[in-house]
């Protein structure tokens, strides 16, 4: 029929292999997202924010009364870093529950784009704002007497163990994300789970001052390794097993938590 | 080759916990055709829609969408298919064009065609004005505008449209209902949910009324409205001791009078010639006529002659309807 011919001009999918478009999907989506950050000012607001309140109130609120043996802007700097791209990825399960909400969820879902792409894009994003945070946490811990003792190598470390973490703290997110019933939920979940994360480990303080429980958790929990091998690379503290842990435990993440992210939104509702 | 079927649905239902918003439903569309979905609230339009635009599973029965089974071949089906849903799908941060521009990258359209598309469309719904303006600024027309746009984008052969025109102006209404003509006429399937008997009546070749889930009727809005009767003359007599003799010189079968109201009712299958004959029938006899009007069957009549319970004000859904709110 002449008719259809005209209407199906414009799809041509076999004009590219599959995964051109998958990493098409992923783009577009990612792109979305990034506007999203650029075009509200929540977000810009939070961005600058959280970054400079963590480092200046842990600094001089609670600095003078921990004793860490080396310099507390040294030692304060890798956990305010950690927390703060935790903390960033609290805009995955927000956004994803926001897009789930409204029918534009539909409206994707019903398009011939690869279905994990959403997730990418927003996860992505979420590495967007990372790495402008990280840029502001630097500056801020130079700020309040933040020396790094660190060679290129180990800040090229540092930002790579950064991205891994970041997208594991993600991707686990984003589940987060799929399953809350509402938008206050999304807000307050996410910081259920990161503050105990975040607090529980060698952020602020020794773990070897907490009480044996505690002490336990937070030195066997993957902040922990992560927050230890970065202020490792970057202030020479101990090194240890940290480094291999913290890679370990994020890619461990990553690859239970991506794949069960895309299933469980895949089937979600259908 | 007049006859191929562009989507087709078989039994079809669909259970939650306690509802069954789909019970068994079938119907079909020929292609170049538009099928009009009529039923209040709760009825099961959106959800019959959504399992047509794979986003949901159906519980029983089969629905395939040109050649391909919504279930086993969901991206075979989502290349075919455009749907703009009951409630907005925008992308409010981004602009009208951007939204275009991602969607039809999103269906796998070049960057040249894409952008192409995307401003042809923007003149075509009226918007260059605000197209490079975030959706967030839109009136609610317009966000429907431009919502319908984009599943226009890549001209998909089937296109399902959830309520398109409520919330709109009588004149964005009647806009929209030239677009959907204009895209029937150019060989696209359309499905077009709806509560309004008038809206099925103009647009769709085939009306399929359902209600709680089951099909309550169906055919052509002709055969629908002859099943329901014609459009009724009221009169609304003078004086209450006329209003029984009124009754007999209007005469026929299916005269109907409420005294309370002082009104006489008639089917007005003649058209102006009937309400000439009545009138002058009734100055013959001097009887005093205070008001004379025409009445079209709305949804409700429909509904009432159908299924013998109105349309809107249905508990059982409503109720249902809140408990899903509450969630
Ligand atoms: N996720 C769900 N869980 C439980 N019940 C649901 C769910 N989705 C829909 N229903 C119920 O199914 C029935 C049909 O809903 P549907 O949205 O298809 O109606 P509709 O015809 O589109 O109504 P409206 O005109 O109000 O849009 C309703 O009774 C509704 O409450
Ligand atoms: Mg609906």
Redesign the interface.
């Known amino acids: 029929m002449a008719d259809s011919e005209i209407l199906t001009e414009h799809i041509d999918p076999e004009a590219h292999k599959n995964i051109f478009w998958v990493v098409n999907d992923c783009w577009e989506m990612t792109r979305r997202s990034i506007r999203h950050i650029t075009r509200s000012f929540d977000q810009i607001i939070s961005l600058i924010l959280f970054p400079v309140m963590f480092m200046l109130l842990n600094r001089y609120v609670l600095g003078g009364a921990i004793h860490t043996g080396i310099n507390y802007a040294n030692y304060l700097f890798a956990g305010i870093f950690v927390q703060v791209l935790a903390f960033g990825a609290n805009y995955t399960t927000i956004n994803l529950a926001v897009d789930l909400k409204e029918g534009i969820i539909d409206r994707f879902k019903s398009l011939p784009m690869a279905s994990s792409a959403l997730l990418i894009g927003h996860i992505t994003a979420d590495l967007v704002r990372n790495l402008i945070s990280a840029f502001i946490i630097i500056a801020m811990g130079f700020l309040v007497g933040f020396r790094p003792n660190a060679s290129l190598t180990d800040w090229l470390l540092v930002a790579g163990l950064a991205v891994l973490f970041s997208l594991a703290i993600s991707w686990m997110s984003a589940i987060l994300g799929l399953f809350v019933k509402s938008l206050e939920a999304a807000q307050w979940i996410g910081f259920v789970i990161i503050f105990p994360l975040t607090f529980i480990s060698s952020a602020f303080v020794l773990t070897s001052t907490m009480p044996a429980g505690l002490r336990a958790f937070a030195e066997n929990q993957p902040v922990t390794q992560v927050i230890n091998a970065m202020r490792s690379l970057l202030v020479g503290t101990p090194m240890g097993n940290s480094g291999r842990l913290a890679v370990i435990w994020c890619v461990g993440i990553i690859a239970v938590c991506a794949p069960l992210a895309v299933w469980v939104f895949q089937r979600r509702n259908r | 080759?007049s006859t191929?079927v562009a989507f087709e649905v078989k039994n079809v239902a669909k259970y939650y916990d306690k509802v069954k918003a789909l019970d068994g439903v079938s119907l079909q569309a020929q292609?170049?055709k538009i099928l009009g979905l009529l039923g209040p609230n709760g009825a099961g339009k959106t959800t019959l829609v959504?399992v047509l635009?794979?986003?949901?599973?159906p519980t029983k029965g089969t629905a395939m969408v040109m050649g391909h089974d919504v279930a086993t071949e969901p991206?075979k089906v989502?290349?075919?298919?455009g749907?703009t849903?009951?409630?907005?799908?925008?992308?409010e941060?981004?602009t009208g064009l951007?939204n275009l521009q991602?969607?039809?990258?999103?269906?796998?359209?070049?960057v040249k065609?894409a952008r192409q598309?995307a401003d042809e469309l923007i003149k075509q719904f009226d918007l260059e004005e605000a197209a490079k303006r975030?959706v967030k600024t839109y009136s609610g027309g317009m966000k429907r505008r431009i919502d319908l746009a984009?599943?226009l984008?890549?001209?998909?052969?089937v296109i399902f449209l959830d309520e398109p025109t409520t919330g709109l102006d009588p004149r964005s209404r009647l806009t929209m209902w030239d677009t959907v003509k204009k895209l029937a006429g150019?060989?696209?399937t359309i499905l077009l949910t709806t509560q309004y008997m008038d809206e099925a009546d103009n647009l769709a070749d085939n009306i399929v009324v359902i209600d709680r889930g089951k099909t309550i009727a169906e055919g052509t809005p002709d055969s629908l409205k002859a099943k329901v009767g014609s459009d009724r003359l009221e009169i609304v007599i003078g004086k209450k001791s006329t209003v029984e003799e009124a009754k007999k010189i209007i005469g026929g079968r299916d005269v109907q009078v409420d005294k309370d109201k002082q009104t006489v009712s008639v089917a007005s299958r003649g058209g102006v010639g009937k309400l000439k004959e009545v009138l002058s029938r009734l100055e013959r006899a001097n009887i005093e006529v205070d008001s004379i009007s025409l009445h079209r069957p709305t949804l409700d009549d429909v509904f009432m002659s159908l299924t013998g319970h109105t349309a809107t004000k249905d508990s059982s859904t409503e109720e249902a309807k809140k408990k899903k709110g509450k969630?």
């Open positions: 080759m191929e292609k170049g959504k635009s794979t986003l949901l599973l991206d989502r290349q075919q298919i749907l849903g009951q409630y907005a799908a925008v992308d941060y981004l951007e991602m969607m039809g990258r999103l269906y796998r359209m070049s065609d598309r975030p984009m599943s984008i890549a001209t998909p052969p150019g060989g696209t969630k």
